[in-house]
């Protein structure tokens, strides 16, 4: 039963190991059977509520149900895959993609150089930060220490805003004409916070519900430049604040983590939130070649990677069913890697196909170029190298995903020494994205094939 989300560190919840008496045990028959387990086990519902979330037994007892039965494998003649929740999937990948909509719309078509790079360190600094709050929250809420995990998140996320609040004082005192941008920065990285809880705390429909007045007004704005502007920033305005009272209200009970608990995690979250930075500014060095030859623009060049976060976020609950299968069900360290390269293959094609046909449409809907051919297929090539850094990082291997990300951050910040041409920056842009996909790809063409990762 994994939490994995996109840009978010999963990890597998133990307590459907704990309640496992003896492997091979009769499968369960239904929901009332592991509710009435628990029950005679001490668990009652406060505990379900307070430990692990759940409004009471039965709920629990629910969720439950799919992972031991994959478990009682001695009892089981066929073993099956565990079935992807639709709808918490979607979910999940569209609290990240909607708000871009939200930041697009509140922006009103400032293209202004300095304000696209302050609104694009903003994004870098809270995707960033979000990592280190989101690997925090996992963590804990793993252990079965849901209060400790609410307390810390919240503590972790007010302290990750008070530097951007900081900053964007300073900023605002030397340039005045700033401040209206850095309020949509600093609103844009309250959200990502805030959400990142809600994600954890398994509430993306809460913060799909709070992004809905903002989403009414924003998405006529966009297309049709109505409703008037007072009215688009209100309704903004009411969702960012929606969604931070939510996130609030949703750690409410915290009790904060003993001290040896709370350094370790905190120091394994650093290692998480570079991560996070890395593709964060992967992805706003690209943007920031908009402002150099602004068609096709920078939205646009935006919108696959958007639109396949979602896809990312399925293509990755599908291959981590799959894996939990193959793991099941193979008795050799050969037979697993086999069968696991073809559920990586799937998984990939899948996502790739998804991107390049997002691509393809919006090359359709512009006057294509040899930049924009270029930038699109930069596009695609970095939406390659998310879907495999997601992967390893999804199965804890951090480490080579954050020296690989960060090179070719390095590398994608010295081209703009070196090279001042839109066509050049954009076939360096090209060539580091297109040697990130290769390099994270045969990294987890490598890793996920070997069985120690998966348990």
């Known amino acids: 039963m994994s939490a994995d989300c996109v840009l978010l560190p999963g990890h ?36 379900a509520s307070e430990r692990y979330g759940r409004p009471d037994v039965f709920a629990l007892g629910a969720e439950l149900l799919p992972s031991l039965r994959m478990q009682a494998v001695g009892h089981t003649h066929a073993v099956r895959a565990a079935r992807v929740a639709v709808i918490p999937t979607l979910q999940r990948g569209l609290v990240f993609v909607l708000p871009a909509l939200l930041t697009g719309s509140a922006m009103g078509g400032r293209t202004a150089q300095l304000e696209v790079v ?23 809420t793993s252990a079965g220490s849901l209060p400790e995990a609410r307390r810390l998140m919240r503590d972790l996320a007010v302290v ?39 994600v954890v705390l398994r509430r993306p429909g809460v913060m799909l519900a709070a992004l809905l007045p903002g989403l009414l007004v924003a998405v006529p704005d966009m297309l049709s430049a109505w ?6 920033l209100g309704g903004i305005g009411v969702s960012v604040v929606a969604t931070v009272t939510a996130a609030l209200v949703m750690c409410r009970g915290g009790r904060r983590p003993g001290r040896a608990v709370r350094r370790t995690v905190l120091s394994d979250s650093r290692l998480y939130a570079a991560y996070g930075a890395c593709l964060a500014l992967l992805l706003t060095l690209g943007l920031v070649d908009g402002l150099v030859a602004p068609t096709p623009g920078l939205s646009l060049t935006l919108l696959p990677l958007v639109g396949g976060v979602v896809v990312a976020e399925w293509q990755l609950e599908r291959y981590r069913s799959q894996a939990g299968l193959v793991l099941q069900t193979t008795t050799s360290a050969a037979a697993f890697g086999q069968l696991i390269r073809r559920a990586l293959l799937r998984c990939s094609a899948g996502y790739l196909l ?34 495999a850094a997601l992967l390893l990082v999804a199965h804890r291997q ?39 996909a290769t390099t994270l790809s045969v990294l987890a063409w490598q890793r996920l094939t070997r069985v120690e990762v998966h348990r």
Do not use: K, N
Request: proline fraction near 6%.
């Open 12 to 47: 597998r919840h133990q307590l459907a190991a704990e309640l496992v008496e003896r492997p091979g045990s009769a499968p369960p028959v239904d929901a009332y059977e592991v509710a009435a387990a628990l029950e005679a086990s001490g668990i009652s519902d406060r505990t």
């Open 354 to 387: 998804v991107l390049v046909g997002l691509t393809a449409l919006l090359t359709l809907s512009s006057d294509l170029t040899t930049v924009i051919a270029l930038r699109f297929g930069a596009t695609v090539l970095l939406g390659w190298a998310f879907l």
């Open 227 to 232: 409703p008037p502007r007072p009215v688009v």
């Open 398 to 436: 951090v480490v080579p995903v954050v020296l690989v990300t960060g090179a070719g951050v390095v590398l994608a910040a010295c081209r703009y020494f070196v090279m001042d041409q839109p066509f050049v920056l954009a076939v360096g842009y090209l060539a580091i994205c297109g040697s990130l």
């Open 160 to 198: 990750a805003l008070v530097p951007a609040l900081v900053g964007a004082g300073l900023v605002w005192w030397q340039l005045p004409a700033a401040g209206y941008v850095l309020a949509v920065a600093v609103s844009q990285i309250a959200y990502v916070l805030a959400s990142t809880v809600g």
């Open 118 to 140: 302050l609104l694009l360190a903003a994004v870098a600094y809270g995707w960033a930060a979000s990592q280190g709050v989101a690997y925090a929250g996992y963590a804990l």
